[in-house]
């Protein structure tokens, strides 16, 4: 256990000079504070690693590894430990820049003992607080994916990592899937777990931008422009492919620039803005056939999060629901609401036009006709009781189709249960290796089992093997 993690806040003390370090931990440690003092500059990182401290006070000027160096160490290992600068008068011009370079404040000596206790309280009272902040801010990073952007389907935890991955860099994402499959919650994911999260998050629709929202104010007009709007933060435009091929210009020339002009005025503005774009058609085949800017498609797409739609993740259909019952439950200040078997079967064989989106308002429409207890088959919308998938089709078309949807959601469970490892699924399903490959491959769930192709080629040269000893 960590001194912190004994209720004392730790302080480093660095100077070449014993006495001073031996006065000065005599009276932090008078109120409460654990001390560890060095007179080598080179070691305080590994100090405040091994103790877990909370501040570090250092002597300006010293043999071997100086103060600026020593603030530099502690700057890149533990951006926010604050670091005190302690100088004699005839550095206190370095110790000024110091201060400017990141230093918490500075001692100039002699100093009191006052003086000494009242930066230091103030530096670990800081520390503290940015503690809390930083773990608060995880927990609501955490609490975003246990709450809001759930599922276990592989499609689904793909997109999670490649939010989780790109997040922090600055990179333009482009976001594609159908209406209602949660691409506003993806890029608000994006945002909440990037360095923007603490700015704003503007949402624009594409089919109502003009170019005055799109330019930034002038001295004249004091309405804000979107990228002004978003500044510091993420500008997050819905339904990029609305955007005629004037505003395509417009929007490609401020990407490149970095910059937006102020209406009415020869000038340009720089922009601070993530930019994350929504289609939910084939942006592409729009940008071959001239119909969408190629050059701004290709500026749009640095990062591609394609969300699956809800008819391919139907194992996630249960857990968004106990979702969505949740929150209704917590809002109406019912008790817990649950999906009746009956309910749920009928549910996993809808077709899902509307997506996730679509999902959440039948529970919406079901609860108020349930006994605020359960949800059962008589409470869903009639469209959705009254659904057919196999309708129309004859007998082989709808047997094919069945065994079809049967084969990928068995192979589906069948990976989530064995984390991707074809060896424990091949024996888990009693069917071997090489054609359990094949069927991963026909149902497109190859991706998701990363050591299928390798089993399949050591197989191979298994194979050759034997055949090379028949001969």
């Not at 949402?203 to 004249?220: D, G, P, Y």
């Amino acid at each position: 256990m960590s001194e912190s993690q004994t209720g004392h806040e730790v302080a480093i003390l660095v100077d070449d000079e014993p006495d001073l370090l031996e006065s000065c931990a005599r009276i932090l440690e008078g109120e409460g504070y654990k001390c560890v003092t060095t007179t080598d500059g080179g070691q305080v990182a590994e100090l405040v690693r091994t103790h877990n401290a909370s501040v570090v006070v250092t002597d300006f000027r010293m043999p071997g590894r100086n103060g600026m160096e020593v603030l530099a160490d502690i700057h890149a290992s533990f951006p926010l430990v604050p670091v005190i600068m302690v100088s004699a008068y005839a550095t206190i011009d370095g110790v000024v820049q110091a201060v400017k370079l990141g230093a918490f404040d500075y001692l100039v000596k002699p100093f009191s003992a006052d003086q000494l206790t009242i930066t230091v309280r103030r530096a670990t009272e800081r520390f503290r607080l940015q503690m809390e902040n930083s773990t608060l801010k995880k927990k609501l990073k955490d609490d975003y994916f246990n709450h809001f952007f759930v599922g276990k389907h592989p499609k689904f935890l793909k997109c999670v990592e490649i939010i989780q991955k790109v997040a922090d860099s600055e990179s333009n994402v482009l976001i594609h899937g159908e209406t209602g499959s949660g691409k506003e919650l993806a890029a608000r994911a994006v945002h909440i777990h990037s360095k923007r999260a603490g700015g704003p998050f503007i949402v624009v629709a594409c089919s109502t931008l003009t170019q005055e929202n799109l330019e930034a104010s002038s001295a004249i007009d004091p309405a804000k422009g979107v990228f002004e709007a978003a500044a510091g933060g993420t500008l997050y435009l819905e339904q990029v492919e609305e955007l005629d091929q004037s505003m395509q210009a417009r929007l490609l020339r401020i990407l490149q620039e970095r910059k937006t002009p102020r209406r009415g005025e020869w000038e340009w503005t720089p922009i601070d803005v993530r930019l994350i774009a929504s289609t939910s058609v084939d942006l592409h085949s729009m940008s071959l056939q001239k119909e969408f800017r190629e050059n701004l498609y290709y500026c749009l797409n640095v990062v591609n999060i394609s969300m699956p739609p809800l008819r391919e993740r139907k194992e996630d259909i249960g857990i968004l629901c106990d979702l969505f019952l949740r929150r209704i439950a917590e809002r109406k200040g019912l008790s817990k609401i649950a999906l009746g078997p009956d309910a749920l079967e009928r549910l996993l064989e809808y077709y899902w036009p509307g997506n996730v989106r679509e999902l959440m308002n039948v529970m919406e429409t079901a609860v108020p006709f349930s006994d605020n207890k359960m949800i059962t088959l008589r409470d869903l919308p009639e469209e959705i009781r009254n659904h057919n998938s196999l309708q129309g089709l004859s007998f082989k078309e709808a047997k094919k189709r069945w065994m079809d949807q049967f084969e990928k959601l068995y192979l589906e469970n069948l990976l989530l249960d064995n984390n991707g490892n074809i060896s424990k699924a091949s024996e888990e399903a009693g069917i071997a290796r090489m054609s359990l490959y094949r069927m991963l491959e026909r149902t497109g769930l190859k991706e998701y089992a990363p050591n299928a192709k390798s089993a399949e080629q050591k197989q191979e040269a298994r194979d050759r093997q034997k055949h090379k000893q028949d001969d």
